[in-house]
Structures are given as C-alpha cells and as structure tokens.
C-alpha cells in the first residue's frame, strides 16, 4: 500500500459526460501528479500541483481539469467524454519537504471506461 | 524535451535465469533520476531501482541492478533469479531534478514473462 488513495476505481460512462476522479496524497507530501495510461499513448503525465498551485503541465486536453485543494486532496475533471479517453488514470504523490530526492508515490488508478 | 525508448516489447525468460532489459534516454540535463518501475497484472505502479544520474555506482536492490552508461545515455535493468512473481510490465523512467519534485518521462514498457 503506497499511501495514496484513488476513487473510484472503476468508471463507466457514456460519450459527451463528465466525470470527476479523486485523488488523496501520502500524508504530508504536497505535490499531486497525474498520469494517464492508454494502449495507444502509453504512459503520459498530465499535470502536476504542488501545495495548491499548479507546477506543470503535460500534453493535457482543453477538455481536462484538475485542482489541489487546502487539504492537498486532487480531483481531475474530464468533460465531453471521448472513446478514446478510455484509460487508467493514476496518481502519484510526493515531496514531504525540500530535498535533492522525491519519490512518486502511486495509487492503485482509477480504470475509465467511455462507451 | 526527453525521451526514453525501450527497444523490446516483449521479453520471457525461464525461472532461476538472469534476463536484461534495455532502456535508452535522450537529454541534455545533467542532474536527473532514472528509475524502472514494475506494473504487475494488478495495474499497480511499483518502484523496482532508481539511480542518481551523478553517481558512478550502478545501484542494486537484492536480485535487481542496473547497468548506468551515463556517456551512452543507456540505463539497462539485470534481473537475477527470475521468479513467476517478477512477471509484469516493466518501465523504465526518467525525472530531472527539481526541488519541487518534477514529472516522470515513461518508456513504452516491456512486458517480461517468466516461464517456470
């Protein structure tokens, strides 16, 4: 058990809807990373934020959206749901504090599945 | 930007055997992090070995080490022992070093199946 945790697990939905994925982080780490894993993109990372802000950007769509709130719990909003955003959507957290090494920790994913 | 390139998508090997696995890097940071991680049937992402791109020691973790070629930029992952357990996906990485923790670039994966 990494410490991160991710619901749901599974999500079923229906093209043109939006979802929201929920991700907590290790306790007391303050950066929040999301990575989408697809068979056609393989592993990609999103987006990254850190104790709020956001750090980073990756080949995100217009479409998604993420957030890190107070309690430095994140959420991931994707919206006009495709085929193929189809993914396992991860999450991964670290930094405890300024060092010359974070580990990312991973959560288990949250599996997406646009019919 | 980096990239990472593992050249072999599928690997087996028989149990109680040493298998390889290749990774290739391009950047031209000189403070970074390279990592293989292990994506086992249950999806789960687990760091398997990491090295520090200013060490020359290639780093070990019981029956796992890799090979770090800094001036090739190649970072291979030697498996010992195989065992059924080590069957999964393996990633190799890449991290630049930021103090504020930074992304991971993932290789395409090799899919490694031990074989009793």
């Known amino acids: 058990d990494s410490g991160v945790t991710q619901t749901p697990k599974h999500l079923i939905t229906a093209t043109g809807q939006r979802v929201t994925l929920r991700c907590s982080p290790r306790?007391?780490?303050?950066?929040v990373y999301w990575y989408q894993q697809s068979l056609d993109q393989g592993l990609q990372f999103l987006i990254q934020?850190?104790?709020?802000?956001?750090?980073a950007k990756g080949n995100i769509l217009e479409r998604f959206s993420a957030q890190q709130f107070p309690d430095l719990h994140s959420e991931l909003n994707l919206s006009s749901l495709e085929l193929g955003d189809s993914a396992l959507y991860f999450c991964?957290?670290?930094?405890?504090?300024?060092?010359?090494?974070?580990?990312?920790?991973f959560g288990p994913g949250t599996r997406l599945t646009v019919l | 930007a980096q990239t990472v390139t593992q050249s072999q998508p599928e690997m087996s090997v028989q149990e109680a055997e040493t298998v390889t696995l290749s990774c290739t890097y391009d950047t031209s940071e000189n403070n970074y992090y390279l990592f293989w991680y292990k994506q086992p049937p249950s999806r789960q992402m687990i760091l398997v070995i990491r090295?520090?791109?200013?060490?020359?020691q290639n780093a070990t973790e019981n029956r796992f080490s890799v090979n770090f070629q800094k001036a090739a930029k190649s970072f291979s992952l030697k498996i010992s022992d195989s065992q059924l357990g080590d069957t999964a996906m393996y990633f190799c990485?890449?991290?630049?070093?930021?103090?504020?923790?930074?992304?991971?670039?993932f290789g395409a994966g090799t899919i490694l199946r031990v074989k009793s």
């Open positions: 090295q520090e791109a200013y060490k020359q």
């Open positions: 934020y850190y104790n709020g802000e956001e750090r």
């Open positions: 990485a890449f991290m630049k070093h930021r103090e504020y923790g930074n992304k991971l670039v």
């Open positions: 991964a957290s670290s930094v405890r504090g300024l060092a010359v090494y974070n580990e990312q920790f």
């Open positions: 306790s007391g780490d303050l950066s």
